[in-house]
């Protein structure tokens, strides 16, 4: 059991590799319910693999995720799409299916996990699709759609269940400055009138800090900062300072390690010269 | 050289667990076979992996017969024997040629499009949003596809032969001039039901598995790049068309060889 009622995914001890590469280091963290949380920090850091290890398609080298009282690596496989069948996700890429109409799409979750009429899966498609703005390209083709538009699909058929849990992941990459308006009110909208619980990964400082109700900095296989928004735009840490303002000296460093630029260009010279 | 020992010793290590993982995948697939309410999928692929070969399989099969009877008739009349021509080429068809050939086809045409369409679904994360909406993407991709190719290929194989046999008759006796009723009679008379149409259906669906297998586990088991892709469909096709001959000699060895 979880140990808090208030947590709707309390994370204990996580360790995750990737090969050799070290992407969760013993992490601990938790997903109050209700409420809009955000998983934030430079990329590389594995932000959509923790999504990934909540909804159980990865499972972690070590500890615990509870999800809702139920430890996700425990499950079998039965359980598990039991559990996710209350969970939506909202994919970087959307990921549609594209031999389906964006109609056929969002009422795919209804058809496959409900035994309501046709007449009543209209009706709540087409308010889903009302919510993200498109109504009128229900007939369209996934391949018809924007990459904006996909995505905004792709939360309509994400929430097409009402479920208790919708992670979504880089909402807001790629978006125009409407669109992305847009997104980052209905995220907010869409928590406050539904009561779900939301995770949102994203480096989209700005945008995040604007609906989060609680951050968490992720670098280097490590949580190195947490707290409410204003406490984390704030902060002194060095490392979530140098992201949270985007510094490009300090602690994360730009460049993927490698050894000095000098030493790379001169090398191949001093060989040819060795040679001659 | 303990280094090459090394190598070696890996990439045994790397099959025993591909094959090890493709045998799980198996069987999770077979247990999740479509139940009534996915029947329209399993239909619909029936139609894209069975009814779409059906243009190759005939054209093949109708050449291949064609081609038979003419290098039959060719030898035999140096025997005076060319009345055989009919049991030659049905028992050539149906034994050998029928099954084998409809099932390197089959893995040309429809194994390497599953491959690649799976594997297309994967790069796109279609089979990762399926599984976060609550749906196995074994049962609902998988399972139909597996099964529409079991249940394709024997049927296509049936096709092969049967369009062979009229093939060679088009050419045996409307061209060449053999006596129709020596074609038939000779035909039906050496044709055994259980020996040699049965055995021939037994193996195409051996080869319907092996085939279909690799090539839903290709797909799904893909690195999810473009080159990723190339490389599982390729692999789908050079891995079938090695098992189809590799398991027919085999199935021949056992059916026929008094083994």
């Known amino acids: 059991m979880a140990i808090n009622d208030e947590n709707y995914i309390e994370v204990k001890g996580l360790t995750f590799y990737r090969g050799d590469r070290v992407i969760y280091n013993n992490i601990d963290l938790v997903i109050p319910k209700g409420k809009i949380t955000a998983i934030m920090g430079p990329s590389g850091t594995g932000k959509t693999t923790l999504l990934r290890l909540i909804g159980g398609q990865l499972k972690p080298d070590a500890g615990e995720i509870w999800v809702d009282g139920l430890n996700v690596p425990d499950l079998g ?7 996710r069948a209350r969970m939506g996700m909202l994919f970087q890429s959307g990921a549609l299916f594209t031999d389906l109409t964006v109609f056929e799409n969002v009422a795919f979750p209804l058809r496959v996990h409900t035994q309501l009429s046709e007449d009543m899966i209209r009706d709540l498609v087409l308010l889903k699709l009302q919510a993200v703005g498109l109504r009128g390209a229900r007939d369209l083709m996934p391949s018809e759609l924007s990459g904006g538009m996909a995505r905004r699909a792709a939360l309509a058929r994400a929430i097409a269940l009402d479920p208790e849990l919708l992670m979504y992941d880089e909402p807001f990459a790629g978006q125009d400055p409407i669109a992305m308006g847009v997104l980052v009110q209905l995220i907010r909208l869409l928590n406050d009138a539904l009561g779900h ?5 994203s480096h989209d400082v700005a945008e995040t800090a604007s609906i989060a109700d609680y951050i968490y900095i992720i670098s280097d296989g490590e949580v ?15 490392r979530v300072k140098q992201f949270m303002q985007g510094l490009p000296d300090g602690p994360v460093p730009f460049h993927y390690p490698a050894r000095k630029l000098a030493d790379d260009l001169i090398e191949p010279n001093l060989t040819k010269l060795r040679g001659a | 050289m303990i280094e090459r020992v090394r190598r070696v010793g890996s990439q045994g290590v790397q099959f025993l667990e591909s094959f090890g993982a493709s045998g799980l995948f198996l069987f999770h697939s077979l247990w999740a076979w479509p139940r009534a309410s996915s029947f329209p999928l399993l239909v619909r692929q029936i139609y894209s992996v069975g009814v779409l070969s059906l243009i190759i399989i005939v054209v093949s099969g109708l050449f291949i017969g064609m081609v038979l009877a003419l290098q039959g008739y060719n030898i035999l009349t140096r025997y005076g024997s060319e009345q055989a021509l009919g049991q030659l080429v049905s028992l050539t068809l149906l ?3 029928g099954p084998v050939v409809a099932s390197l086809l089959f893995a040309g045409r429809a194994g390497s499009a599953l491959t690649a369409e799976i594997g297309l679904m994967k790069a796109t994360e279609q089979l990762a949003s399926m599984e976060m909406i609550g749906v196995d993407p074994l049962r609902r991709i998988v399972s139909p596809r597996l099964w529409a190719g079991f249940i394709c290929l024997p049927l296509l194989a049936l096709i092969f032969s049967t369009v062979g046999i009229w093939g060679a008759q088009l050419v045996g006796v409307d061209w060449l001039g053999v006596y129709d009723g020596s074609f038939w009679a000779n035909m039906q008379d050496s044709v055994e039901f259980r020996e040699d149409v049965l055995n021939g259906i037994i193996k195409s669906m051996v080869f319907a598995v092996a085939v279909t297998w690799i090539a839903v586990f290709q797909g799904y088991d893909t690195v999810p790049t473009s080159e990723g892709i190339s490389r599982a469909t390729t692999r789908t096709v050079v891995y079938a068309s090695l098992a189809v001959l590799g398991l027919d000699f085999i199935l021949t060895a056992v059916m026929f060889g008094d083994l």
Do not use: C, Y
């Open chain 1, 77 to 83: 496989r039965k359980q598990m799409f039991e559990l």
């Open chain 1, 197 to 201: 619980t939301s995770i949102v990964v």
């Open chain 1, 224 to 238: 190195v900062g947490s707290g409410a928004p204003e406490e984390v735009l704030h902060t002194d840490l060095p």
């Open chain 2, 95 to 97: 034994r050998e040629l």
